[in-house]
Structures are given as C-alpha cells and as structure tokens.
C-alpha cells in the first residue's frame, strides 16, 4: 500500500474572496430611522431656544462695554471690552460672598434633605407604612407648588407681625424666634427648599426601589439579615445611582438660588442685592441695567456649575454607573 507523506501533498493555497457587495436595500433611505430624533426634537427645540440660546446672547454681550461720551448727556456707545467684564467679575468681592453663601447652603441642606428624602423612601418601600398612595402624594404635593407661592407662604410663617407660630410661642412664654435675622435668614430659606424638594427626591429613590427583584431581599433574609440590615447592606447600595443623581441636580439647583431669597428680601433685611450669585448677576442686569456686566456673571456662574457638576460626576463615576 502506498504511503503518501505530508510534504508530498499539494498546498492549497486560498485566494482573497471577492469583496461582497452590499445589498441596495441597505443603502436606501429608511423613515423609520427618524422616529427618535422626531420625539427629541420638541425637547431640543425647547432646550435650544431656553437654554443654549439665551446663553451664547449673554456670553456675547458679556464681551462688549458701553462706554458715555463727553459729560454723559448723550447715548452711551458700545464698544469692545474683551475679558475686562470677566475680570471685573472675578474681582469683585460681593460676586464671591454670594458663592461662598450657596455653598454654605448647599453643604448644610442637600445632606439633611438626601437624608430626609431617603428614610422616607425607605419607609414607603417597607411592609411599616399603610396608605402609601396618600403618603406619596402628601410627601410630593410640595414640589408642585410653585416657589415663588412656596416663598410667599412660608414668608407668612416667618413674618413677626402675621407668624401663628410666633403668635404660639409667644403665648407659652417663650422667646419668640427670629426666623429673618443676620444669621437666620439664610436657614429659614433653606427649609423651604427642604420642604419643596424632599418629596421629588423621595420619588425618586422609592421608583429606583420599586425596580430591585424580590428575590434579593429573599436572598438576605435567608442569610439573616434583618429589615435594617436588607435596607442598609442591600436597599442602598442598589440604589446608589439614584442617589448620585439626586445629590446632582440639588448642587445644581443650590448654585442656581434665586426665587426664595428674592421674594423674603422685602422681609429681611440681611438679603441683599448680592445674596446669591444669581441675585448678585439680577441687579446687575435688570436694577443697574448693566447687561453686559451682568451677563459675565451669569457666563461665570454657569462656568461654575459646571465644574462642579462634571467633577462630582468624574468623582462619582465608579458608583453611578455611568
């Protein structure tokens, strides 16, 4: 019998396939493929003329100046002013006051309100609570009030001349607290952001709660874990996205305060024109009627969130899931 060996045998030796050609279905146009930019669009065209447009205005005057001519009879001319405004802006004294409020604010508020918002949610998603309906609803009716009425009323509260608590507390003899004072005003508006945010967030957390599998919590009675430790060792943990998300928006909301202290200023005295950040670039604007001013302000402040927020997202990105 003949033997044939493997270097005997002939190479077969693969010539490149031929390039295949696409089908021309592929290339043709499909209406389906516009179906999501065409939902976006209403929220872009909003986003576009509320938000992208508005800044790129104010970024543009921001780099102009006007100038008066002569003993200042006449109309003032606009002229170039480059970085003088932002320069102003980073000098001023009374814009970092302002900053360095909110920040106090936020650092004192957002933890107590997460915190709040959290055993709230925690209890809605317990076997504890009856009426969940009615207490999710009691819980997030204060977000629906807008803040400008949320202001008004609870500077009613705050006001000595019309408070009922004060009206209480002066009745059981007791010092009448002074919810408008030097050092009080800026607490006073931070319960109501408490107030009006506590509830949106506790939504938040109970709806990333109410998307957990049964069988988790199962899993750690099994291993004996009690309803705290199911909350604490597992509940949290897996809702730590919706936490950071939380955490997210508030720091961006605190940068941007404004409605609560500009209506309690007719109230206290100890809110001034440069209370807030965003106060300081509103009297700027609209009382002076420097615009251009003004407008670096805001570019700054806007700057400002910003950074914060993508290094909070950068810091937090191992946790977020992003």
Do not use: C
């Not at 076997?127 to 009691?138: E, I, K, N, P, S």
């Amino acid at each position: 019998m003949e033997t044939r060996s493997i270097v005997d045998a002939p190479l077969k030796t693969r010539t490149p396939d031929a390039p295949q050609r696409v089908p021309a279905a592929l290339w043709r146009w499909r209406p389906q493929a516009l179906v999501p930019y065409l939902f976006s669009l209403p929220f872009l065209l909003l986003f576009a003329a509320f938000f992208v447009a508005p800044f790129l205005f104010a970024f543009w005057q921001s780099l102009y100046k006007e100038q008066h001519n002569g003993l200042g009879f006449g109309p003032p001319t606009t002229i170039w002013a480059g970085a003088e405004n932002y320069i102003k802006a980073v000098r001023d004294p009374h814009f970092w006051d302002g900053l360095g409020r909110v920040l106090l604010f936020g650092s004192v508020q957002i933890p107590v309100m997460m915190l709040v918002a959290l055993v709230l949610a925690l209890l809605m998603d317990s076997t504890v609570v009856r009426f969940r309906r009615f207490f999710r609803l009691a819980f997030f009716v204060p977000y629906a009030v807008p803040g400008v009425v949320a202001a008004i009323m609870w500077g009613f509260f705050y006001s000595p001349a019309s408070s009922p608590i004060i009206q209480i507390v002066t009745a059981l003899h007791l010092p009448a607290p002074n919810f408008l004072g030097e050092t009080s005003t800026l607490w006073s508006i931070a319960n109501i952001s408490t107030w009006t945010y506590t509830g949106y967030n506790m939504i938040i957390f109970y709806s990333a709660l109410q998307g957990i599998p049964q069988e988790i919590y199962e899993s750690g009675r099994l291993d004996g874990l009690s309803e705290t430790g199911i909350a604490l060792r597992l509940k949290l943990p897996l809702i730590l996205p919706a936490i950071i998300f939380g955490l997210l928006f508030s720091m961006v909301g605190t940068l941007q305060l404004f409605n609560e202290p500009l209506v309690l200023k007719n109230l206290s005295s100890a809110i001034t024109s440069n209370y807030t950040p965003n106060i300081f670039a509103y009297n700027v604007a609209v009382v002076n009627t420097d615009f251009n001013y003004g407008g670096a302000i805001a570019v700054i402040l806007g700057a400002v969130t910003f950074i914060f927020s993508f290094g909070f997202l950068r810091l937090t990105r191992g946790y977020s899931g992003a």
